[in-house]
């Protein structure tokens, strides 16, 4: 069982350059998420998605798209890479159910480096 | 809204001394409380949950029980080790079910 799976690990990219983060989860959970953590803080939510077709935005949404065609897949698009997008990203999925979640799984990480 | 509130950092302990890292939350309804761990250069794992009042989770000599009547849920640990070192964040899962909150983290070191 692979769980939550990244690419790429690692990648550096030149201010307006775009690039897609790729997840994908084989554990049929139907919420995934992508987060980004900067130097010594803590995690920010980036966009969600609570099914195929579905994403909403979380708290630092700006200079990033998402979509979600498939339960297994759930992309993160940067389209113009600005410095302040140098981050690690994480994407992670949980099983949603009425009344709260189930434990939430994370993806080894990106390292994204914007000069 | 939502929110968990957590100790700051970086804490250092030596091998075998007790943990005590303090997380409070504000929720409404009935959240589930959790304990992430990070080690360096790695992802999130998930250390302990607890999903009501009172409930305790543990796991690798690590416990925090869920108070509901102090909005807490502190780590400890009788006794660290050096491998014990990483970066824990507790966590809440509301009761709409959409979203996690996250605190900021809290770095341990642990020197022998």
């Known amino acids: 069982n692979a769980g939550v799976t990244q690419t790429p690990k690692f990648r550096i990219l030149k201010i307006g350059q775009s690039m897609t983060l790729q997840c994908t989860q084989d554990?049929?959970?139907?919420?995934m998420y992508w987060y980004r953590q900067d130097p010594g803080m803590g995690l920010k939510l980036i966009y969600y998605?609570?099914?195929?077709?579905?994403?909403d935005k979380g708290e630092v949404p700006n200079g990033y798209n998402v979509s979600r065609s498939t339960t297994e897949d759930f992309p993160l698009r940067l389209e113009l890479a600005a410095p302040s997008q140098t981050s690690v990203y994480f994407c992670?999925?949980?099983?949603?159910?009425?009344?709260?979640?189930?434990?939430?799984?994370f993806g080894p990480g990106t390292r994204l480096l914007v000069l | 809204g939502d929110s968990v509130t957590q100790m700051e950092g970086p804490v250092t302990l030596s091998e075998e001394a007790f943990l005590t890292i303090n997380c409070t939350y504000t929720?409404?309804?009935?959240?589930?409380l959790f304990w992430y761990v990070q080690y360096p250069g790695e992802g999130l794992q998930l250390l302990l949950k607890?999903?009501?009042?009172?409930d305790k989770g543990s796991n690798k000599g690590f416990e925090a029980t869920y108070r509901k009547e102090t909005t807490s849920f502190h780590l400890e640990k009788g006794s660290v080790q050096v491998s014990d070192s990483a970066v824990y964040f507790c966590?809440?899962?509301?009761?709409?079910?959409?979203?996690?909150?996250f605190g900021t983290g809290t770095s341990l070191t642990v020197i022998p």
């Open positions: 607890a999903t009501k009042a009172d």
């Open positions: 554990m049929n959970h139907n919420y």
């Open positions: 966590a809440l899962s509301g009761w709409t079910g959409n979203q996690f909150y």
């Open positions: 998605s609570v099914g195929a077709g579905i994403t």
């Open positions: 929720a409404t309804g009935y959240p589930s």
């Open positions: 992670a999925s949980s099983y949603a159910r009425t009344g709260g979640q189930e434990t939430q799984y």
